[in-house]
């Protein structure tokens, strides 16, 4: 399979050509406006779909349930900031918060750095066995997660970690080693060998050489795998839906889904809306200010080199 | 020196071996041997039944009938997904700067992406909303009252719906992975042509789009394993309803084992997802192979 994200060292970056100069002169034809005029109409109304849904999240959170049946595009009256505070602690998403913060730390430090060591070893030594291993890892590539999911649940279950953050933290780690592992691997061996050799020769072990010389060289790469894995794992779903039955512990993802069908129950729609707002105020914030990177590091993996 | 590489080697690569044997690997390889048997999660009740659940799967309509939905979504995603970002890439990189507005109309186009699939999910199901929706209050404010729908309780509109949803995620994906492309094609080229000439349509024909091949490619096969690995959207959304309107093959895994402890029967619905998504990707990479230009 050629999936192949083949050496996504040095991307984008450096292939910065100011591209297509369709027009040279400054004189405008009427084929120019028409194209520019439908383009633009195109681009507004995909512009709204995307931007209209977040902002009547935004809205419906400050509204009373009966002013969200009312009409879904009248203001709120008067905002209710309590919805914020209901969803918070009544319906719990102040708990899930929590617990996905503690795993994704935990995962995302323990991913970098398996990975990190990993593939230093596979991109830079020669020893038996070592395409055995990259194939190894390449399985966790191609292969769909739902096959997994049953003797995975299992294993969970044998091992006691059913609904234990280090237990999630584990295999949420597992399941992102494949791509990591791939991905830092060609970023390794694409750097230059000269200042490990260097350091070498002055006494340094292969440890200090690792820790101290590759890893800070590698941090353009550590960084992106770091954004693919931090969005990946926060998003995650599946897998807390399978190794995590207790309540709580759910993750955010998790906890919103199964809050969406509780508040149903509830009728405590603007609690929800609350809660879907709080849990996108963090990813718009970010968003804003690392977006160019977000979009190298999601896109890492299919760009070519 | 050669022990010292050992002593590097070992430790390094071991922990990461490890993680990656017990819940990835031996999993992967115990669902192969679950998968022949009956089991339904007491241990002592694993009766080897051969290929018997592969055979059952094939009499039964309702793994069909959620197979039929990824084939439509196998379709109609790919076509709209990225027609609709190539689009947006040839659009934001016009003229080496883009269209008006490039800059903002992308950082807005690829947001969805970074938003969680769950968090989509729950915000699109309150948009389809019969009554306090955004989609039918909209409807009802322009005067097309008329159009409103139950759009996830009907049938006929709920797969659309949802597929609607999946491609407003994913352009914003496709669009950047395709920015950067068409930016690695040489100016030049597109000089010539202007020169010659050539006009957008034909320049878009005939230097973007081969040049582009490659990332092409990727993203087919990209959106293909997509199609068929689709769950949490419709998870979320409709668990596969109304009346398994949306059910999708991994759902229907996902249900047969969780809902109904079917460990044996599921499992074999995994292997053809395996089987599946690894015919597609060898078939798309087979059939979009082109000779590949160098420049």
């Known amino acids: 399979m050629s999936l192949n994200p083949i050496e996504p060292a040095a991307p984008t970056e450096a292939i910065k050509t100011p591209a297509p100069k369709v027009r040279t002169g400054s004189h405008f034809t009427l084929g120019d406006w028409i194209f520019t005029g439908v383009s633009q109409v195109f681009l507004v109304i995909w512009a709204l779909l995307v931007i209209m849904p977040l902002l009547w999240m935004m809205m419906t959170a400050f509204k009373t349930d009966l002013e969200i049946f009312a009409s879904p595009w009248q203001l709120p009256a008067v905002p209710q900031f309590s919805n914020f505070v209901r969803a918070w602690t009544t319906a719990s998403i102040g708990k899930y918060f929590v617990n996905s913060i503690i795993v994704v730390l935990g995962s995302l430090t323990l991913t970098l750095l398996l990975s990190s060591m990993a593939a230093y070893v596979l991109a830079r030594y020669e020893f038996r066995g070592r395409q055995l291993i990259r194939y190894l890892f390449m399985i966790g590539l191609m292969f769909p997660i739902f096959l997994a999911l049953v003797p995975l649940f299992f294993v969970v279950r044998d091992l006691h970690l059913l609904s234990t953050f280090h237990g999630l933290i584990l295999v949420y780690t597992a399941y992102s080693l494949p791509f990591s592992i791939f991905f830092l691997t060609s970023f390794f061996a694409t750097l230059p060998s000269e200042v490990a050799e260097a350091a070498l020769v002055d006494g340094a072990s292969h440890y200090a050489i690792f820790f101290r010389v590759m890893l800070p060289m590698a941090r353009p790469g550590l960084i992106s795998i770091g954004i693919f894995n931090f969005l990946g794992q926060w998003n995650q779903f599946i897998l807390p839906l399978v190794i995590v039955p207790d309540p709580e512990r759910y993750v955010l993802s998790q906890g919103l889904a199964f809050l969406a069908i509780q508040q149903g129950y509830q009728n405590d729609w603007s609690a929800l809306f609350a809660g879907l707002t709080i849990t996108m105020l963090p990813v718009i914030a970010v968003y804003v200010v690392f977006q160019r990177r977000l979009e190298q590091g999601l896109t890492a993996g299919a760009l070519k080199g | ?295």
Request: charged content about 10%; proline content about 3%.
């Open chain 2, 1 to 295: 020196m050669y022990h010292q590489k050992y002593r590097l080697i070992i430790p390094f690569l071991f922990p990461a071996l490890l993680l990656y044997a017990v819940f990835v690997l031996y999993p992967y390889a115990q669902s192969f041997y679950v998968a022949l048997t009956d089991w339904k999660g007491v241990s002592a009740n694993k009766r080897f039944v051969g290929l018997g659940n592969f055979t059952k799967l094939f009499g039964d309509p309702q793994f069909w009938n959620a197979l039929r939905h990824n084939g439509i979504l196998l379709v109609a995603l790919p076509v709209i997904t990225l027609g609709l970002a190539l689009l947006f890439a040839v659009l934001f990189t016009q003229g080496g700067k883009g269209v008006i507005g490039a800059n903002f109309y992308r950082v807005v186009f690829f947001f969805p992406q970074v938003m969680a699939v769950t968090i989509v999910g729950i915000l699109w199901q309150f948009v389809y909303h019969p009554t306090l929706g955004l989609l039918n209050g909209a409807l009802r404010n322009i005067g097309l009252g008329s159009l409103q729908r139950t759009w996830l309780g009907d049938d006929r509109t709920a797969l659309a719906a949802v597929a609607a949803v999946v491609i407003w995620q994913a352009v914003g994906f496709y669009m950047v992975l395709f920015i950067a492309g068409i930016q690695s094609i040489p100016t030049t080229f597109y000089e010539a042509a202007v020169i010659d000439g050539a006009n957008r349509w034909t320049m878009f024909w005939k230097i973007t789009l081969p040049l582009l091949w490659d990332n092409v490619q990727v993203a087919l096969i990209y959106i293909g394993i997509g199609a068929l690995d689709l769950f949490t959207i419709i998870q979320v959304m409709t668990e596969g309803g109304p009346n398994r309107a949306t059910d999708v093959v991994a759902r229907y895994m996902y249900s047969t084992a969780f809902s109904y402890a079917q460990f044996g029967y599921a499992t074999a619905i995994g292997v053809s997802l395996l089987f599946m998504t690894l015919t597609l990707s060898a078939l798309t990479f087979a059939l979009t192979r082109r000779e590949r230009i160098e420049f």
